[in-house]
Nanobody
């Protein structure tokens, strides 16, 4: 059974930083895709970032480009999301996703989803 376990939940002031982690248990994704989505109250879920394939190709939503960095530790089967220069509009539940293929920004393409971890940014 595959399980994605997120950590790094927290509250920070605008301009601060947080790092989220997601460990995959039960399967490796070194040649697949791991990423992050988020959903704020009353808003639709949106793609944040993904890292794909053995080469570690990355992709970001325009709203986080230049502020967030996605990375992974293949040996630990873990993906990270370093979030810098946080804004109140980054407040959301952040969900880790993983899949066997080379996926993009469509939630339904992925094979596994985490339970979510809360990020709150105050002004």
């Amino acid at each position: 059974q595959v399980q994605l376990v997120e950590s790094g939940e927290g509250s920070v002031q605008a301009g601060g930083s947080l790092r989220l982690s997601c460990v995959a248990f039960g399967r490796t994704f070194s040649t697949g895709t791991m990423g992050w989505f988020r959903q704020a109250p009353g808003k639709e879920r949106e793609f944040v970032a993904a890292i794909r394939g053995s080469g570690g190709n990355t992709d970001y939503a325009d709203s986080v480009k230049g502020r967030f960095i996605i990375s992974r530790d293949v040996a630990k089967n873990t993906v990270y999301l370093q979030m810098n220069s946080l804004k109140p509009e980054d407040t959301a539940a952040y969900f880790c996703v993983a899949g066997r293929g080379y996926y993009s920004n469509n939630w339904n393409e992925y094979d596994y989803w985490g339970q979510g971890t809360q990020v709150t940014v105050s002004s």
